[in-house]
């Protein structure tokens, strides 16, 4: 059965710290790892990782992938209120395209 | 813009209604998804499509079904609905030549049963 695991599940900061959050999987031919961010809406889409090693940048945030340890990291820095969000992991793998599997979800609380 | 639209941002209905949810994209897209989201649970994957007509089962599609009978449309459907159905409910569609998975979401249905 495929996993997604994230850490921590809630974080709870002030502007302009620096946040790391964590993903780690276990997928049946694994293809993608995809970061979005959920605010009170639909999730949008963030970053898509398939190599390991090469960091994804946009902006203040940063992601990797090491596909031999099996885990992702999302880096914000010079957090801002707007930055609070739930941030979603999910792995793409498995016998069926498209298909998705999530994790929990990490809920970022930015206070000024 | 890859545009997904749900029939309703909240819904409340009553233990043992019939409960139907929509969901349109307009990019055409091959696939889509059906999920629901709980506090500490993430996203679960109730039923996809990849086709008209066609459907398969998710993580957890106990009380529930699901039609797509037109490509741009895709229906979940609570036979019954029971309290433990309240939840968020997210459609997603993604082109089934992207084979690395990006999916795109609609806003989402709040269905809370009394």
């Known amino acids: 059965e495929d996993k997604v695991v994230q850490s921590p599940l809630s974080l709870v900061v002030h502007e302009g710290d620096t946040v790391t959050l964590n993903c780690s999987y276990e997928v049946t031919n694994f293809r993608s790892l995809l970061w979005y961010k959920q605010e009170k809406k639909a999730p949008t889409f963030l970053f898509m990782l398939?190599?390991?090693?090469i960091e994804k940048k946009s902006g203040r945030l940063s992601s990797i992938l090491d596909k031999k340890e099996l885990f992702s990291i999302l880096n914000i820095t010079a957090t801002q209120t707007g930055d609070s969000a739930i941030y979603l992991c999910?792995?793409?793998?498995?016998?069926?395209?498209?298909?998705?599997?999530f994790g929990q979800g990490t809920i970022l609380t930015v206070h000024p | 813009d890859v545009k997904v639209t749900q029939s309703s941002r909240y819904l409340v209905k009553r233990t043992g209604e019939k409960v139907f949810l929509e969901c349109v994209q307009d990019m055409d897209h091959e696939n889509m998804f059906w999920y629901r989201q709980d506090p500490g649970l993430g996203l679960r994957l109730i039923y996809f499509?990849?086709?008209?007509?066609?459907?398969e089962k998710g993580d957890i599609p106990e009380g529930y079904s699901v039609s797509r009978e037109k490509k741009e449309r895709f229906s979940l459907i609570l036979e019954s609905a029971s309290t433990n159905q309240t939840s968020m409910y997210l459609c997603?569609?993604?082109?089934?030549?992207?084979?690395?998975?990006?999916?795109?979401f609609g806003p989402g249905t709040r269905l809370t049963v009394l």
């Open positions: 499509s990849y086709d008209v007509k066609m459907k």
């Open positions: 398939t190599s390991s090693g």
């Open positions: 999910a792995v793409g793998g498995g016998t069926s395209y498209g298909k998705l599997t």
């Open positions: 997603a569609s993604s082109p089934i030549y992207r084979s690395y998975n990006e999916q795109f």
